[in-house]
T-cell receptor, first 113, second 113 residues
Framework: GQQLNQSPQSMFIQEGEDVSMNCTSS?????WLWYKQDPGEGPVLLIA?????ELTSNGRLTAQFGITRKDSFLNISASIPSDVGIYFC?????????????FGKGTKLSVKP | DGGITQSPKYLFRKEGQNVTLSCEQN?????MYWYRQDPGQGLRLIYY???????QKGDIAEGYSVSREKKESFPLTVTSAQKNPTAFYLC????????????FGSGTRLTVV
């Protein structure tokens, strides 16, 4: 099935550093979403983006919906140990099975105190 | 509070046995999904259902079966035909058209012993 290209696959950073990850697609989406999965739990929605070019923040997290509608990025500023987990991007269109999400393979973030 | 509940959290199965994973939601969501997660593989879609009494195969449906007799419930059976069933299984739901993203359960870790 279709998947998004998410990079990097993993990151090992020092506490306090900024983090950047991105997602690209060969097709356009109407909505981009970013999820975080804590170890042993289900993913939780962090940010949803609805409009091309949109820049949205949620605390230390900032995400952008690419102007071409084929990409998105997520930045985390001043990382802390609880940022550890897997971050997934997802693209979504509207209506019927098009409402199904297409996921990236995830970026695994490790933070060294 | 509305949510989506998966049970049990941990499940052990003997080789050759069928096992059923439970997924219940009280969000009044129409669509429900089952994903399998292996390390480094991201989220792989097993089955999904857009409406009661209807469901479609995802990318890796072989060895699995589902039913959708009630809007609230979407159980997944891992059959003995599934050659490598040990994995983390996630259930998710989505509201009506125009609603964004999925709500995930907390997952079931299945181990074949």
């Amino acid at each position: 099935g279709q998947q998004l290209n998410q990079s990097p696959q993993s990151m090992f950073i020092q506490e306090g550093e900024d983090v950047s990850m991105n997602c690209t697609s060969s097709s356009i989406f109407n909505t981009w979403l970013w999820y975080k999965q804590d170890p042993g739990e289900g993913p939780v929605l962090l940010i949803a983006l609805y409009k091309a070019g949109e820049l949205t923040s949620n605390g230390r997290l900032t995400a952008q919906f690419g102007i071409t509608r084929k990409d998105s990025f997520l930045n985390i500023s001043a990382s802390i140990p609880s940022d550890v987990g897997i971050y997934f991007c997802a693209g979504q269109n509207y209506g019927g099975s098009q409402g199904n999400l297409i996921f990236g393979k995830g970026t695994k973030l490790s933070v060294k105190p | 509070d509305g949510g989506i509940t998966q049970s049990p959290k941990y499940l052990f199965r003997k080789e050759g046995q069928n096992v059923t994973l439970s997924c219940e939601q009280n969000l009044n969501h129409d669509a429900m999904y089952w994903y399998r997660q292996d390390p480094g593989q991201g989220l792989r879609l097993i089955y999904y259902s857009q409406i009661v009494n209807d469901f479609q195969k995802g990318d890796i449906a072989e060895g699995y079966s589902v039913s959708r007799e009630k809007k609230e419930s979407f159980p997944l059976t891992v059959t003995s035909a599934q050659k490598n069933p040990t994995a983390f299984y996630l259930c998710a739901s989505r509201g009506d058209r125009g609603s964004y993203g999925y709500t995930f359960g907390s997952g079931t870790r299945l181990t074949v012993v």
